[in-house]
């Protein structure tokens, strides 16, 4: 149903863009992603979906058919900060498109059907990705999730209100399967000319704190061999975690950091720095990681700093099921679908590590820029993943 798809996407274009990067900030629990949410609700009851929602936040758009394990589709509606248009929001308007398609074909699902909308996917506030499918799976706690704190010191547990110690979410207790469509990330297949693609696994990946501590001094009457910078010892970190991970063909990436006092004519006395690390298997990032560590630690001591480090979260390696990856690429009209693999965490490798049969389809991404404004898709591709999606559905609803 282009027409729907083309409204839904309008919809959604300006709430949370800025007017200077043309990127998007939709964190959680913030106006923007509230105004989405809103509009999931109105979408749902335009469909007569009945929508569920758990202590954390999370959401289930219901089609209320059939009998059994149900199946599931959707994403999540937050970003990255000044993040593009695509990641998490396409896979849930394409959700809406594809029961609208499925409903235009004449489908009497054998099962009930959801559309699903987690929160803090990408783990932009509150520091741990796809936190709201981690408690809707319980592999997090309500213990630990709620002591969670952005960059302003709010607790997770002070923005979601109601859940009583030992919290939990029975949300996904009906769930047989869940498929997730989403931007592709990269550009694989761009590279392999197809329009879309299945997911094999996901790399293992982790979030580490780096904590460099010095003394702070007068950037003009501190001679240089008299000073215990942190930010010395960062920046070989930096350079050291770049070489290391290219050397190891993985992923090191020191994105987002802190300084104190963060005065331009002041020494530095503290510099967090924060790793994202991915790699092909679960030694190689443990081998890149303690690298890293060493490499730094080294550095520390020749700088007169100290270092530590402490991992905020690690996540193993996922192996989507192959039998249902490939049961969802054969057989097309236009042939089979390639199965690829992701360096990108997402909400269904988390559900698929907790047991729920799991598969991802991903849309061509023609710039293979993500968690940027330059995101994007072509409309002709969107539609070809709706169509595929819908697809994807009425073979596991049979």
């Given at each position: ?164 110690a030992g919290g939990s979410s ?27 693609g299945v997911a094999s696994g ?39 975690a770049n070489k290391q991970a ?153």
């Amino acid at each position: 149903m282009p027409d729907d798809f083309e409204r839904m996407w309008a919809d959604l274009a300006p709430v949370g863009r800025s007017a200077v990067s043309g990127g998007y900030f939709r964190q959680p629990f913030t106006a923007p992603e509230a105004e989405l949410r809103g509009w999931f609700r109105e979408q749902c009851a335009a469909r007569a979906l009945r929508v569920e929602e758990d202590a954390f936040g999370n959401l289930v758009g219901w089609w209320d058919v059939g009998s059994g394990p149900a199946v599931v589709t959707g994403s999540h509606l937050d970003s990255v900060l000044d993040g593009g248009a695509y990641d998490g929001p396409l896979g849930v308007v394409s959700a809406l498109a594809a029961v609208d398609l499925l409903r235009a074909r004449g489908v009497a699902p054998a099962r009930p059907v959801g559309v699903s909308v987690f929160v803090e996917e990408e783990g932009s506030r509150f520091g741990l990705a796809c936190l709201g499918s981690r408690l809707a799976t319980g592999t997090v706690s309500w213990e630990v999730a709620r002591e969670l704190r952005d960059g302003d010191g709010v607790a997770f547990g002070d923005v979601v209100e109601g859940v009583v110690a030992g919290g939990s979410s029975s949300l996904l207790a009906s769930v047989g399967t869940y498929v997730e469509l989403h931007v592709e990330q990269g550009r694989d297949l761009v590279d392999r000319g197809a329009a879309v693609g299945v997911a094999s696994g996901i790399w293992p990946h982790g979030r580490y704190r780096f904590e460099f501590a010095g003394s702070a001094n007068h950037a003009g009457t501190t001679r240089m061999e008299d000073r215990a910078d942190p930010m010395l010892t960062y920046a070989f970190t930096a350079l050291g975690a770049n070489k290391q991970a290219r050397l190891a063909g993985e992923r090191a990436t020191f994105g987002r950091v802190s300084v104190t006092p963060n005065g331009t004519n002041a020494v530095p006395s503290h510099v967090t720095a924060w790793l994202d690390a991915r790699c092909s298997t679960s030694e190689s990032l443990t081998a890149l990681v303690d690298g890293i560590t060493a490499q730094a630690t080294d550095r520390a001591g020749r700088d007169g700093t100290s270092l530590t480090v402490t991992a905020e979260s690690v996540s193993p390696a996922v192996a989507f099921d192959a039998a249902l990856a490939a049961r969802v690429a054969a057989d097309h009209e236009d042939g089979d679908w390639p199965v690829i693999p992701t360096q990108a965490g997402h909400d269904a490798g988390i559900l698929s590590a907790a047991g729920i049969p799991s598969a991802m389809l991903f849309v061509r991404n023609p710039t293979g820029v993500s968690h940027s404004p330059a995101e994007h898709a072509e409309l002709p591709d969107c539609l070809v993943g709706v169509s595929a999606l819908a697809d994807t559905l009425e073979r596991l609803l049979r």
